[in-house]
């Protein structure tokens, strides 16, 4: 939760002066999303989203961002649609900060993970997929596997502060990931953060995906990797395998795995336990004491990735 | 701004079970209000913002609150009006806290204070005074002159680390303000702390009042004289006559002052600003470290005070 800088009310009015959307009827600071400032606007024109990008979001990768989900609304995926100027551009700027008027998405994000969520999610991320392709901008993906080393060197040394051992078990980690990942899997745009708290619901039915801010260039199947750990552990970290077979089966019967994806599963799904593992390990030991944001358990991913490097094959995700 | 309970999906759809309000197509924690938990709640049929009651509300003062703005709204005042549930009750019980559902006020409250906004606070001030008439419940002003003797002696001993000198200024205007304190002036149903967050615009149009959890039964013309403080100082704490006289204007141009409304209006700034000087000093000296909210500096309200005990009259606030 942040919404880090205070928009007056006239300039909140040049600002949308600039759109076609009309003027301000409510204007209201959302307590979601951590790194960037989020406003619910209502107009006359209808309800929307407006961001203030904070430090975090580099205005050099906002092009990429603003227009793959512009790509993938125009392809088929229900998310939040960039709202252009009456001049074209996609982001402008606010308070001295880069922002961009998104349409509002209904939905609620599902506090606690249901089964019936997880097929939604693996079919969505298909989708998402599949919506991706022929869009021309790439973008590195800073938190892949040649990030790891580099942001675990910014940690080692307090790593066993957190608690006795994780130091080692962390190097070893990265040296059986790093020597067994996978090449020439199926790649494309991958969203890179799908948690439950960038997926919305209507009762039962999924309304849609948020928070693209992560989003680039990479491996498919590191996609539903990032799932796996994120919607199919149970709150005490035992894996629950229906979810992960749901998941898998609602992906799958959208986009099928090659053999080679299936093969790398585990790598996969232990690589993404060790990116939010090392972030979190990082924002735990480097977070400025009395900040606004508590730091997530960056042992609750040491848990996952102890799962993902005792699994044997696919088989242990629920794949036949 | 803070929300300080999570809400999930299942607990919010048992709650709206209990209302005719349809489910929920949205629910977002608003990063405004800093004591209770505020969400806005969009459903099938229509906006809502359903507030959770953390600590700083009693219980026990909710039937006061929800019985009075529901009164207001009948009575000609725009504000939030309480949604009863189905069985009646205007709050019931969500994650172990009173809830209650309100309807969306729409409306951008002025970050930065205009000349044309106070003459419609004034009037919708008096606006709220006459709609309360009638209204059957009472509640004692807590932070009123019978508090500010016990706040003030659970800072005293520390006053002087906010600044030098500053608590022997407050004790000797305790002791002036409280000796002129007037007795008789009109009373009724106060807002009692109707700041620039609490008031809504649409363009130059006043669209509402909001947030009357600190309202109370006490001297109207106290009302007016928080407003003065609220609104009527310059951010280099200088006061402006040309915003004064218009929102005294269009307060007595609804209701008139009485000759001892006028004359007490210098000693009610007083006591105004020495309440929220106090509130703020207790905030600032008692906060824990590392909470997510920034006390407000407290001598703000110093500065304020001086102006209200060098002021003669009622001229000196723009009265003829």
Known sequence: MAVYTEVSDEALADFLAAYDIGGAISFKGIAEGVENSNYLLLTTAGQYVLTLYEKRVDPADLPYYLGLMTHLAAHGLTCPLPVAARDGALSRTLCGRPAAVQTFLPGVWPRRVRNEHCGAVGTALATLHAAGEGFALTRANALGPSGWRPLYARCAG???EVRPGLG????AALEAILGA????L????????LFPDNVFFLGDR???????YFACTDLYAYDVA???NAWCFEPDASFNVTKAKLLLGGYTARR?????ERAALPTLAAGAALRFLLTRLHDWLHHPPGAFVTPKDPLEYARKLRFHRAARSERDYGLD
């Open 186 to 193: 199926p790649k494309g745009h991958i969203h890179a953060d």
């Open 181 to 184: 990942w996978p090449e020439g």
């Open 256 to 260: 099928p795995f090659t053999a080679a």
């Open 158 to 160: 307090r790593a066993d």
């Open 206 to 212: 999924l309304s849609g995906l948020i928070d693209f």
């Open 226 to 228: 990032v799932c796996l």
């Open 168 to 171: 080692g078990e962390i190097e």
